[in-house]
């Protein structure tokens, strides 16, 4: 039987090192995944679901213009980390953008880079818990998320998300939405390949 990564349960692991994003594996214990220390970026005890992993540049772009963002919309990164993909949303489509959180130093190093790009409209950045987010006061839902994490969004995003909302999804598609608009592949941090996906709502709150 294929060995399961312990922190998100991807397989195989081959040379200890998970195949999705917690990295390498190497010396890790089962307690210390029970324990909910943070490792890899995950606090469970705290709200943190997921490690912080970054989306290629160009990958946010193209996931962007391909939901057709524009100076009319709102959106959403929930788990923003540094904020990259709200930079990308302003800069280069002209949108309003918001970016939520839990990683105090994360949100910090996203205002730093926020605060250098030129541009008068500038993205905002939260410390806040992405199941504390009101969904339905944005067009555009970006996330980079495990699979167990998006099982307990999807309700919400059926019930909150208006018609013609678009919803982007970095590594894995969202359960319970259909079949994707689109899927595309990208980069992590220029070098790891990573799916995209984007779904369209046609129905909604």
């Known amino acids: 039987m294929a060995m399961r990564c312990p922190i998100c349960g991807a397989s195989p692991v081959l040379d200890e090192t998970c195949p999705a994003t917690c990295g390498s594996l190497e010396g890790l214990l089962q307690s210390d995944v029970e324990r909910g220390g943070r490792t890899f970026g995950f606090d469970w005890a705290n709200g943190f679901v997921a490690p912080f992993v970054g989306i ?12 057709r ?3 009319i919309d709102k959106v959403v990164d929930l ?29 910090k190093k996203a205002k730093s880079l926020a605060a250098e790009i030129p541009s008068e ?3 905002k950045f ?14 555009v839902i970006c996330m980079f998320l495990l699979p167990e994490t998006m099982d ?12 013609k909302s678009r919803i982007i999804s970095f590594g894995w598609p969202v359960p319970g939405l259909g079949e994707p608009t689109a899927c595309c592949q990208g980069k ?18």
């Open 152 to 163: 307990r969004l999807v309700p919400r995003l059926l019930v909150e998300l208006s018609k």
């Open 79 to 107: 788990g923003c980390g540094d904020g990259r993909v709200c930079i990308a949303a302003v800069y280069s489509m002209g949108a309003d953008a918001t970016g939520f959180d839990l990683d105090e130093v994360l949100i």
């Open 121 to 123: 409209k500038k993205p």
């Open 126 to 139: 939260c410390v806040k818990d992405l199941f504390q987010v009101e969904l339905n006061e944005y067009s």
């Open 188 to 205: 992590i941090d220029s070098t790891a390949v990573a799916r995209w996906f984007l779904y369209v709502r046609e129905d909604g709150g």
């Open 69 to 71: 963002v524009s100076k």
């Open 56 to 67: 290629d540049h160009q990958t946010a772009n193209d996931a962007l213009l391909a939901a």
